[in-house]
């Protein structure tokens, strides 16, 4: 299996829709370097599998609902299944991650290992990621763990498939003891606010081409304008509007390459912009260029590979 090209594919509700490994080997592993500029920024979602990240080198800002966590070299994390999460180098960055759906550890739902250990934790509303250095662990630290599997799913070797398991098993059980009180105490509600994220970040990604307010974005989720501008600011640490805008700008970018016979005056109309000249300034801001520039910048990146 190997390493797999990292390739965000997300469905309106943003919701990761590539496929980590196969229903046989439910785990893929990627390696990446990232840049502080927008392009390589990975964008709020979501997926039903668990994520394990480590920086290799540089650093990372990466943030979760209502948390932001800056890792450095030689760090690591784990994102429960179905959490929201975003990343962004700073300034670069080399990430590893291991994404795998828990099924990998339990076997099934039905074994002792998902009904006592892996359906608990991963429903427990406490563990939404954890830090490394927040992991208890034995003889072997959870930074071990991850690059023993790793690297044994880079390499490929005879048997990795059982190397892979056994570390990560390891590692879910360290998670498990570390939020065992939390689960002991019956504290696995979903997160309201998660929830509320969820549907009003659909009801943006459908209708961003429309003329939106904040009174729309609220009715969503079924709030307030009020607290739909509290619950923005708690998980993603932005506002609706802001959100809204830069959500408009970076489809803008992605249609100046995927549709090179429209002018710019066209996209910017179907991003939802009054105007190109609007649609531009917003741009320059994001991408510290003009639409036109960034059309022609990676048409050539595009030629020279």
């Known amino acids: 299996m190997g390493l797999q090209k990292c390739i965000l594919n997300l469905n309106r509700a943003n919701r990761e829709l590539q496929p980590h490994g196969t229903p046989e080997f439910p785990i893929a592993g990627y390696a990446a370097d990232y840049t502080h500029k927008e392009e390589d920024v990975i964008p709020w979602h979501w997926h039903a599998e668990m994520e394990i990240l480590y920086v290799g080198s540089g650093g990372l800002k990466l943030q979760i609902p209502g948390k ?27 990430l590893h991650s291991l994404v795998f759906h ?41 930074k071990e763990e991850f690059i023993a599997a790793f690297q044994a799913l880079s390499a490929e070797t005879p048997g990795y498939e059982f190397v892979v398991r056994e570390k990560l098993s390891h590692l879910i059980f360290h998670l498990y003891r570390a939020y065992e009180k939390e689960i002991d105490s019956g504290d696995s509600e979903l997160d309201s606010d998660s929830l509320r994220m969820q549907k009003m970040l659909d009801y943006i990604e459908n209708h961003f081409h429309e003329n939106l307010d904040l009174s729309q974005i609220a009715r969503a989720a079924d709030i307030g304008e009020r607290e739909c501008l509290r619950c923005f600011k708690r998980v993603i640490q932005n506002s ?32 939802g912009f009054n105007s190109s000249s609007n649609f531009s300034q917003m741009f320059g801001r994001f991408f510290q260029c003009t639409p036109r520039e960034y059309r022609k910048r990676n048409k050539k990146a595009e030629d020279d590979g």
């Open 68 to 94: 932001t966590f800056h890792l450095k070299q030689g760090e690591g994390f784990v994102i429960n299944s179905n959490i929201l999460h975003f990343a962004a180098a700073e300034p670069a960055c080399s």
């Open 102 to 142: 828990p099924l990998l550890a339990a076997g099934s739902e039905d074994s002792v290992f998902g009904t006592r250990y892996i359906a608990p934790l991963i429903q427990c509303c406490s563990f939404d990621g954890c830090p490394f250095d927040r992991i208890p662990g034995n003889e072997i630290s959870p």
């Open 240 to 271: 609706p509007m802001q959100y809204l805008l830069k959500y408009r700008v970076t489809q803008g970018a992605a249609m100046l390459l995927r549709s090179p016979a429209s002018s710019v005056s066209e996209i910017a109309g179907q991003c």
